[in-house]
């Protein structure tokens, strides 16, 4: 079954097209990367999905709810770590995870639960009753994601959930996400191309707007006849022929 | 529960900015006592503390304005707000969410300046409590502005625009700091076409007992308030609904 189906979705910034025609189905409880350099699409895909932006035609159906007429539905069951850190500076660690379950309907006994479990699922133990301002950008980060978890979402979006994460922390973060799948269909957009063959079930690469390319790592390597995917996704991003 | 969610943490950031406590009420309670200072060795009219108190209560409020429109433009600049955007909380959750935290403390903030009053000579009677009934029309209209900018501006232009622009613009034209008969002319008519002159007359009119002189003025920040806050909402509505947070 797909949590996803977008058919024909086009975003238009004046006579810029930031994304072209997108038509693409996501498994449900599946990891999809999208992949792109700079300005390829892949935050504004995002924004779309996550009802941010709206489409200016086309749609897509998240678990049976369109993001143009259901998007209040849609908002239920989603959640999202944007691209730059989104905390509250002023509200503790503890606060924010708070904020996030009630502002998801949670009550206060379940916004306790949720938050305890969240501080142990992602060590936030020791810096829960801090601020989140006086947090380094690492743990801010891991405090942004597991504000995006905390509601129990069934489609997430990580929009490079691990920019500015160092090698081990990331690595945690990588282990999180393992854990997600089956339970949470997560699409996640990253610079990391290790980070998207680690991780993801199915890869979609877009450039100036479209996408180029859809399958596993694996399957990209082969289509392009080349040697690593990096040399897959260089091709397919620039349009160019792999090297051999 | 998502409202008062919500509700709580904008009220724990405001709180918790010490600038905020700072020019939301120790500035005024500075300039009412520099004032009532001045007022004890060159006695002037209108510092008396009967006609001063409600002009630093109209000046406190003000900061509203700044405390409101940092908070929602620094949302929107640090991503929180787009967070935000794509949770269930509605448009409505989202405007009374910035706005029920500000009205008390902007009461509590009114209260305060009348207290410190109270140790300036003013009367303790009943008519304070008016007072303060009259002063939440104004209130209404400084978070409506803090809202709109919010909705508009970076957090460096709020500071721009409430924090210098707004606080002084609403102190000289409020009759508060020199008497706008003095002055006259078309600076009178400018200060009487825009709420702030009103909201200062109204509420010394209620804190005189004066009940008649009350809402002719009052009408005006009523009327001003209403319209700044819905040109306020639409800002933001279109906020939530366009491209860019």
């Keep these: ?244 | 529960m998502k409202l008062l969610a919500f509700v709580s943490r904008n009220r724990k950031e405001m709180l918790r900015d010490p600038l905020s406590l700072a020019f939301g009420i120790g500035f005024p309670l500075v300039l009412l006592l520099l004032l009532s200072a001045i007022q004890a060795n060159i006695p002037v009219s209108l510092f008396k503390i009967e006609k001063l108190a409600p002009g630093i209560a109209v000046f406190g409020l003000s900061f509203i304005s700044l405390f409101s429109g940092t908070l929602i433009a620094k949302d929107r600049t640090s991503s929180f707000l787009m967070r935000l955007f794509a949770s269930p909380l509605s448009a409505s959750d989202f405007i009374l969410g910035y706005t029920l935290p500000l009205l008390p403390m902007a009461i509590m903030q009114s209260a305060i300046c009348f207290l410190a009053s109270f140790f300036l000579k003013l009367p303790v009677t009943g008519t304070v409590l008016l007072a303060l009934v009259v002063l939440i029309p104004a209130a209404v209209l400084f978070i409506a502005i803090g809202l709109l900018a919010g909705s508009i501006f970076t957090d460096k232009q709020v500071g721009g625009v409430c924090g210098a622009l707004l606080t002084n613009v609403s102190a000289w034209l409020s009759g508060t700091w020199f008497d706008l008969s003095l002055v006259g002319g078309a600076f009178k008519r400018i200060a009487y076409a825009l709420p702030f002159a009103h909201a200062v007359d109204a509420t010394r009119a209620a804190l005189a007992g004066d009940y008649a002189s009350i809402f002719p003025h009052l009408w005006w920040v009523i009327g001003y308030a209403a319209v700044i806050m819905v040109i306020a909402v639409v800002a933001f509505k279109r906020k939530m609904n366009g491209d860019s947070v």
């Design chain 1, 1 to 244: 079954m797909n949590a996803i189906e977008i058919t024909g979705l086009t975003k238009k910034y004046g006579e810029r097209t930031a994304v072209k025609s997108l038509n693409l189905s996501i498994e449900q409880g599946t990891c999809f990367a999208l992949l792109g350099v700079n300005g390829a699409g892949k935050t504004t895909t995002i924004k779309m999905l996550s009802c941010l932006t709206k489409p200016t035609s086309g749609d897509a159906v998240i678990l049976g709810k369109s993001i143009l007429s259901e998007s209040q539905a849609v908002k239920e069951v989603i959640n999202l770590s944007p691209q730059e850190t989104a905390v509250a500076p002023n509200l503790t660690v503890r606060e924010n995870l708070e904020l996030i379950a009630g502002i998801y309907g949670s009550d206060r006994t379940a916004t306790l639960e949720k938050t305890d479990r969240a501080i142990k699922d992602f060590d936030l133990a020791e810096v829960e009753r801090q601020k989140a301002k006086t947090l380094s950008g690492g743990w801010q980060r891991r405090l942004s994601i597991a504000m995006a978890l905390i509601s129990a979402p069934q489609v997430l979006f990580l929009d490079e959930p691990t920019l500015g994460l160092d090698v081990l922390a990331r690595r945690e973060l990588w282990s999180a996400i393992e854990k997600l799948k089956g339970k949470v269909t997560v699409i996640l957009t990253t610079h990391y191309l290790e980070e998207a063959e680690a991780l993801s079930d199915k890869i979609g690469i877009m450039a100036k707007g479209e996408l180029k390319a859809l399958g596993t790592a694996p399957e990209l390597i082969s289509r392009m006849g080349a040697k690593t995917f990096e040399d897959a996704f260089v091709a397919l991003a620039t349009g160019s022929e792999a090297s051999a």
